[in-house]
């Protein structure tokens, strides 16, 4: 992984602790996006895999709704953390998303 590569990582790692803290989503939302990687990164191998989009879709809207994120606001809400997380994440990045992830995830360790 190339340096420049790395510092988007780490950009994402912002964006994505932004918009948790943004539309309260949990920890545990975060663990559910490192299945999702897993499962991006292992489509070649597993083409059942290729739902993990629905998967991301389905999750993240259904958290939206616990978090209670105003109905009219979650549409918005899915399409910021899908260019966040699916766009400029999984899909650019593949397993290498874990490290802005797990960035996020050992910061917020006491």
Known sequence: ?????????LDGS??????????????RYLYGLLDLVEMAET?????????????????????????RVAKDERPRALAELADAVVD?????FRGAYRIALFN??????D
């Open 1 to 9: 992984m190339s340096w420049a590569d790395y510092g988007r990582l």
């Open 104 to 109: 996020h995830l050992y910061q917020q360790r």
């Open 88 to 92: 400029r994440g999984i899909e650019q």
């Open 43 to 67: 489509l070649s191998e597993r083409p059942e895999n290729a739902r993990w989009r629905a998967h991301f879709v389905y999750r993240t809207y259904r958290l939206l709704e616990r978090a």
């Open 14 to 27: 912002a964006d994505v602790a932004r918009l948790l803290d943004h539309y309260g989503l949990s920890t």
